[in-house]
C-alpha cells in the first residue's frame, strides 16, 4: 500500500450551456455550498491529500472566491486552465469557440500530478461510498503501473427527467474489470422507455440497469503518456472539425483495446444525482437535504 495520498481532480471547465449558467460555482443548500463542495468533503474524509480544479480563466475568480477560504489549512489547492489555445499552434482554429472535451481536460495537468489520483465531474454527487473505494484503490495500486480503476452505476440512477444525457456505457467481465465503453451522447427517456442514440442516429432501447460511467476514474501518471499520443492523433484526424470532442472515455477504451491498461470497476450503492439541466437543481437540493437530515453530512461542512 502506498504511503503517498492520491490526488483529486475535478473537471470544471464547462461552461453550462444546458444548464444556461456555471452549475460549478451554484449553490445548492441553505448554506451556500455547491454540489463540488460535497465531492470535496468525501474525498477528505476519505484520504485524499490534493485537490486539481480545471477550470476556465475567464471564471478563474469567482471560482477561487469561492473554494480558497473553504480549503484553506485543510488540503493542498491548485488550479489549472483549459482553453482552446491548449494544443499545438498547427492545430489551432480561430473558428473554434470551445476547448476540446473532457480528455483535453485531463491532458493538462500532467505536468503537475506526479502521483495516483481520481478524475471527477464538478457538477455530479458521488456519494462517501465511491469515494472510500476509489481512495482503498489508489492507494493500493503501484504508481509505474497502467492499473485504473473506474467507479460505475446503473444507468437508472443517473438520467434526468428532463432531457438527454451523456453516458460511457460499460462493459464488465466476470473479474470486475472494464473489457469496453462506449460514449453514448445522448441517452433519454421516450415514452417511458430508455433510448440511446446509436451510430447512425436512431434511438434504440438500452437497459436501464446497464452500467455506465459518470467520469469517476482513477488512474496512474502512466494514463498521460498514452492519452498525450491519442490527442495528436485525435487532433490530426479532425482538423476541420470544429465541435468534435476528445472524450477522457476514448482514452481509456483505446488503451483497453491496445491492451495497454486493465480498469477495475468499483461498483457503487451510493446515490448519484447531477445537473445537466436547471429542472434538475430542485431535485439535488431535495436530495442533498435528505442527506444532511440523515445525519450524513454536518449542516454546514466547512465549520
Known sequence: MSTTKPTLVILAAGMGSRYGGLKQIDSFTLEGETIIDFSLYDALQAGFGKVIFIIRKCFEKEFKAIFNNKLAGKVKIDYVFQEIENVPRKFLNSERIKPWGTGHALLMVKDIVKENFAIINADDFYGREAFDAMAIQLRNTDKNSANFSMVAYPLKNTVSEYGYVSRGECAVNEKGFLIDIIERVRIETIDGVLKSENEIGQMTPINEETMVSMNFWGFTPK?????????????????????????????????????????????????????????????????????????LYPIKLWN
Open 223 to 295: 494514463c498521460f503518456e498514452f492519452g498525450n499520443a491519442l490527442f495528436l492523433e485525435f487532433l490530426e484526424e479532425n482538423r476541420e472539425n470544429l465541435k468534435t470532442e476528445f472524450y477522457l472515455p476514448t482514452i481509456v477504451n483505446k488503451m483497453l483495446m491496445a491492451k495497454k491498461a486493465t480498469v477495475k470497476a468499483l461498483e457503487s450503492n451510493s446515490k448519484w444525482f447531477g445537473v445537466t439541466y436547471i429542472e434538475d437543481k430542485e431535485t439535488a437540493q431535495k436530495e442533498i437535504c435528505k442527506l444532511k437530515d440523515m445525519g
